[in-house]
């Protein structure tokens, strides 16, 4: 593998940058790479580079990957030598772990796209390079080998990924455009929860309001960084959670026999995403429709949306 150093890496040890472009922790890249050369010449991991040097090493081997793969439908739609975009169902978790090792979105990667899929981020998440939470229905991009894997990790890092949102909240939203500016991290009183924390993380969302019946809203999320959860402790932050959300919405339970929701459903919608592709000069731009589910409650709240 060939890394250019920025002006953004220059100063940082070598074993640092290498980590940032291959989601490898320093530890990891330590075991993995055995030598590493910066203009020709090995080099020590802890090499402060320079801008413009070229870091060059050995493509590390991935895990050997011992997740079933399984006849599961998957919605491609768009695929290349070096990227798949998929449109992920709500009601899925993305990767295998304890409790869920089958039926994810892995087990259906490997099926539908067999080889053809990067191993960057570790065996049991193959091609995968941003994630969506099983309630959460859309546009995914998947990585095909690991150079295609790097850059979109630098891409997403860098804040160079458009991703567009829809969802239907509690409240009426009163103002047309705001912004939340609130770290996140883990809720201290519930480790599988997040929440605004003052030491959390950065974490900003711009949203729009495109409706309101007075009583809850249609808005449309702009998430500026990659939090988990961010769109949704956001919400709930200034007092309009989403609809259905058994996580962060207390009126959830009333809501989903109100409204008949599917199971394992929030209104959430990973409806658009654009970034520039990993191998060519050209911006990538993917749009989906919404889900009949969300379409129906729409149709419930009297929700519609004009352009």
Not at 124 to 134: A, F, M, Q, S, W
Not at 147 to 161: D, G, N, P, Q
Not at 256 to 277: D, G, M, R, T, Y
Not at 287 to 296: S, V
Request: hydrophobic fraction near 35%.
């Amino acid at each position: 593998m060939r890394i250019v150093v920025t002006s953004n890496d220059a100063g940082h040890r070598i074993d640092v940058i290498i980590s940032k472009y291959t989601n490898y922790t320093r530890s990891q890249i330590k075991g993995k790479v055995k030598k590493v050369f910066v203009n020709g010449k090995p080099k020590h991991f802890g090499y402060k580079a320079k801008e413009g040097e070229i870091i060059e090493f050995d493509d590390i081997i991935p895990e050997v990957c011992d997740i079933t793969p399984e006849p599961i439908e998957l919605k491609v739609l768009y695929k290349d030598d070096d990227i798949a975009v998929i449109e992920k169902p709500y009601n899925m978790v993305v990767h295998p772990a304890p409790g869920h090792w089958s039926g994810t979105l892995v087990n259906a990667l490997l099926y539908n796209l067999k080889d053809k899929l990067s191993f960057m981020g570790g065996y049991t998440r193959p091609g995968i390079v941003h994630r969506l939470d099983k309630e959460t229905s859309g546009l995914m991009v998947i990585a095909l080998h690991d150079k295609a894997h790097a850059i979109l990790s630098s891409l997403f890092k860098s804040r160079k990924v458009y991703k567009e949102y829809w969802a239907i909240v509690n409240g009426k939203v009163e103002e047309k455009n705001f912004t939340v500016d609130k770290p996140i991290g883990r809720n201290p009183k519930n480790r599988l929860k997040m929440a605004i924390v003052h030491d959390g993380k950065p974490a900003i969302t711009e949203f729009e309001l495109l409706a309101t019946n007075g009583k809850y809203s249609l808005v449309k999320a702009r998430p500026i960084t990659g939090r988990t959860h961010q769109i949704r402790v956001h919400l709930k932050s200034v007092g309009h959670p989403i609809v259905g959300d058994t996580t962060y919405n207390p009126q959830a339970n009333k809501q989903i026999k109100e409204f008949n929701l599917p199971e394992s459903f929030i209104p959430l919608v990973a409806k658009k995403i654009s970034f520039p592709h990993p191998s060519r000069d050209e911006i990538m731009l993917f749009e989906i429709d919404l889900p009949k589910e969300f379409k129906e409650l729409m149709k419930k709240l009297s929700l519609e949306f004009v352009p």
